[in-house]
């Protein structure tokens, strides 16, 4: 039987809650699918700071390198914000595995669930259009890894951004928006910055190998506004690191909750990191009410993107939309629900096993 191996990093806050849902379901998976997952679990984060006092130990790191994939929960908290910054669990754990395993293309996939669109907080005749949009967001580059100085009267972060780097995150929107719906909006601030107007001028060049896919340039500011006015509009999204990180907490918010929107780190040969794009929400954690979906549908994207299980990664998706459709959803998605985090994962780890289909 195929064998597949996950790096499991739970890490803080939510992250455990939700990755003990994702396991039950990727569990019912390999029963109907006929394989397995050799699971090995690890510290990261504030958890792996507590216990071995580095947030990303070499025994972590390791484990990482030796595995097919990673799935990840999510790190950091308030009780790790007084360390030096670069001890921190975001920047050592998180930001050192992207760059590690050059996790340079990161998707983001936001939609309205059929039904569910009174979740969203856009006016009803705006969800009516509908939305179905891929976030590409460059991830190992941009202000997140330039040089960083501070002195006690300063701050400065750096924004540089290679040709190469623009390069290959492009090709990779184009790529998708070939197999989805031939659009692809780049986002820039090409009126102030200068890695902005190279960030439109490589996407150009690569936009000529591409003649069946229209392309748009927007200025962040912008696409800000025209994602709240009009999603239905934007089919792919291409973002560098920065606006890709704060457009996509907007599309999560946009869809109905940050417990919606999954996220798949991947590098040029496939490998990958797979986790929710919300973070430890310390403000829900340990009540049992976080929303897994995120962290199932990332496992989902661990199926189809690492290893090629397409019909168990869409699977998961359908019992995702089966589930909201019977309205067993946690309390970010309806106030007025009790239901648990255990409870979302058991009925669509149960889904899965009864081949329920949803109706969209
Ligand atoms: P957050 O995403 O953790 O929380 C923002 C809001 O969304 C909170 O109200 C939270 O309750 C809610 N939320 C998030 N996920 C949810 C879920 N699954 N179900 C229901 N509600 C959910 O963002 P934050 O508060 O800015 O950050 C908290 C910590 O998480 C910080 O330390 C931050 O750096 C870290 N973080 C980590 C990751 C990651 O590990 N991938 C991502 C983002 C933030
Ligand atoms: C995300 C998170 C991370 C980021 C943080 C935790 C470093 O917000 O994955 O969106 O900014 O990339
Ligand atoms: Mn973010």
Same mark, same amino acid.
């Given at each position: ?20 849902? !994702? /396991? @039950?379901?990727?569990? #019912?998976?390999?029963? +109907? ?8 679990? =690890?510290? &990261? ?124 995150? !492009? /090709? @990779?929107?184009?790529? #998708?928006?070939?197999? +989805? ?8 601030? =090409?009126? &102030? ?168």
């Amino acid at each position: 039987m195929k064998t597949y191996n996950i790096a499991v990093l739970a890490g803080d806050g939510i992250g455990p809650e939700v990755m003990a849902e !994702a /396991i @039950k379901v990727l569990d #019912a998976c390999a029963e +109907r699918f006929e394989f397995a997952f050799n699971y090995r679990h =690890a510290f &990261v984060g504030g958890a792996a700071i507590d216990t071995v006092g580095e947030a990303l130990p070499p025994s972590t790191l390791a484990c990482c390198e030796q595995s097919d994939a990673i799935l990840f929960g999510s790190v950091g908290g308030p009780a790790w914000t007084h360390l030096p910054p670069d001890q921190q669990p975001e920047r050592a754990a998180l930001l050192k595995l992207r760059q590690h395993f050059d996790l340079f293309c990161n998707l983001r996939p936001a939609k309205f669930y059929q039904g569910f669109n009174h979740l969203s907080p856009l006016r009803s005749d705006i969800c009516a259009k509908g939305m179905d949009i891929l976030c590409l967001r460059e991830l190992t580059s941009g202000i997140y890894f330039g040089a960083k100085e501070r002195t006690a009267t300063a701050a400065s972060d750096t924004q540089t951004y290679q040709r190469d780097e623009i390069r290959r995150i !492009a /090709i @990779k929107a184009f790529q #998708a928006a070939q197999a +989805r719906r031939q659009k692809v909006t780049s986002i820039d601030k =090409a009126n &102030v910055m200068a890695s902005g107007i190279l960030w439109r001028e490589v996407v150009n060049e690569i936009a000529q190998d591409f003649p069946d896919i229209s392309v748009e340039h927007m200025y962040v500011d912008n696409a800000a506004m025209q994602l709240i006015r009009d999603p239905s509009q934007f089919d792919v999204m291409l973002c560098d690191n920065l606006f890709g990180d704060i457009l996509s907490d907007e599309l999560a918010a946009i869809s109905g909750s940050m417990g919606l929107l999954p996220s798949a780190s991947i590098n040029s040969q496939g490998f990958g990191l797979y986790e929710p794009a919300g973070g430890s929400a310390p403000d829900i954690a340990g009540l049992s009410i976080a929303n897994p979906m995120a962290q199932i549908l990332s496992a989902a994207l661990m199926l189809r993107h690492s290893f090629a299980e397409e019909a168990a990664a869409s699977a998961i998706e359908n019992a995702v939309a089966a589930c909201l459709q019977t309205h067993c959803v946690t309390r970010d998605l309806d106030p007025n629900q009790t239901v648990s985090t255990a409870q979302v994962g058991d009925t669509i780890a149960q889904m899965i096993t009864e081949e329920v289909a949803a109706w969209a």
